[in-house]
């Protein structure tokens, strides 16, 4: 299993993602859409794929339905528990600023003498060399750009006030719809967890960092987690194609492109302190068509989807991988995809009895191994254990029934 290394992750995915959207030849075209007709991309993450991620369930009716037919729920970024999930950063102040630069060299500067109808020269030079940012302390001699525009404008007459105010409300109301769209993805994302470990199997040390995913993602340690081994979808694997579109082989077309969809967009999350940010001049560029879509570049494009795979470093405990698909693809599937990669499910150190039943019958359905997660008796960590001390005890059990006299 492939290591961890920050740095690397950053630069193959920025990599990855930009050779994918320098692909695009429609205006419309998504990230799937690009890799369904340009699947030899997919080659460059073949020393990148993980040979097994982990992922966290709540023991709910749905979700061991789910694996019970080995499929996936990919949820819409809205329902995360992170606010800046998945969401671009931008400034606009800057936007403002800049469309307000922009406003006064189109209409001209005047002279001194007609200060009271416009901008002079200085107040130009003294707008542009302002900051949006917030100052701190008195010694940094530029000039915030919202105490610059108010006093410039307390000088100037109530009718050309009217106008710069308004103008400024039309730049705020033109950036936030741009982001608003931007932000309004359709999108779905499944989220796993990889080990700090090159251990496969995993060994006890391994689950250490888990404690925390147990009690969030868990419910606190009632639910379980299972293992999926997707080395026999490593790209290298997988390509070439090998399935044209007929009538009779409709559906081994479609389960090659969903398993090329579902490797193309998985991604390790990126952890840092720093949001993926949409500079004020692509943003200025972005336009909106007569049926209200955004039109974009490619490069705007991939920022976008860098913005999916990027977190707070608050997080980096989590170690996380995603898989991210167009949302009308998940749609198809009803949001779930087929995924029938389980070769291990681990059970909870709380989980209940009944539940504990249901998932060990459903394991020797799918014939993978269960493993029972116990408390250690001195230290802060988790013991796996074999299911077959359940099986023995719970058979033991049927003579103790306080009903035998």
């Not at 730049?171 to 936030?176: L, Y």
Request: hydrophobic share 35%.
């Amino acid at each position: 299993m492939r290591s961890w290394n920050y740095k690397s992750q950053k630069k193959w995915q920025k990599s990855f993602i930009n050779n994918v959207f320098a692909n695009k030849t429609k205006k419309y075209d998504t990230f799937s859409k690009i890799l369904i007709n340009n699947p030899e991309l997919l080659n460059d993450k073949n020393i990148h794929m993980p040979r097994a991620i982990f992922k966290f369930y709540t023991p709910t009716a749905e979700n061991i339905i789910d694996i019970k037919k080995r499929r996936l729920w990919f949820s819409h970024p809205q329902s995360f528990n992170d606010p800046f999930d998945c969401h671009t950063g931008y400034d606009a102040s800057s936007y403002e600023k800049l469309s307000l630069l922009e406003y006064i060299k189109q209409i001209g500067l005047v002279d001194e003498s007609n200060i009271k109808h416009g901008f002079t020269e200085s107040e130009y030079y003294r707008i542009y060399n302002s900051t949006t940012e917030y100052i701190w302390g008195w010694s940094n001699k530029n000039e915030e750009y919202w105490s610059v525009i108010h006093k410039v404008c307390d000088e100037k007459s109530k009718e050309f006030q009217n106008t710069i105010y308004k103008l400024r409300a039309d730049f705020r109301n033109e950036v936030e719809t741009k982001i608003g769209k931007l932000r309004d993805v359709n999108i779905r994302i499944a989220c796993f967890s990889e080990l700090d470990s090159n251990n496969f199997p995993p060994t006890s040390n391994d689950f250490e960092h888990m404690i925390q995913m147990w009690s969030h993602y868990a419910d606190n340690h009632k639910g379980f987690c299972v293992q999926y081994d997707i080395s026999k979808i490593n790209p290298s694997n997988i390509l070439p194609l090998k399935q044209a579109y007929t009538k009779d082989t409709g559906e081994a077309f479609l389960a090659e492109r969903t398993v090329l969809l579902t490797v193309a967009g998985l991604f390790p999350v990126i952890y840092t302190a720093n949001r993926i940010n949409i500079p004020k001049t692509k943003l200025k560029k972005i336009q909106i068509d007569d049926n209200n879509k955004l039109i974009h570049d490619s490069e705007v494009d991939a920022l976008l989807y860098k913005s999916f795979i990027v977190k707070s470093a608050k997080w980096n405990y989590e170690r996380e991988w995603r898989i991210i698909i167009d949302g009308d693809i998940c749609q198809f599937f009803d949001n779930k995809i087929p995924f029938p990669y389980i070769n291990k499910i681990f059970l909870g150190c709380k989980m209940e009895k009944h539940n504990i039943d249901t998932m060990l019958e459903i394991a020797d359905e799918l014939n993978v191994e269960v493993v029972l997660m116990r408390m250690d008796n001195k230290k802060f960590i988790l013991e796996p254990q074999d299911s077959s001390s359940y099986k023995r005890d719970k058979e033991w059990s049927k003579w103790r029934n306080p009903m035998y006299l």
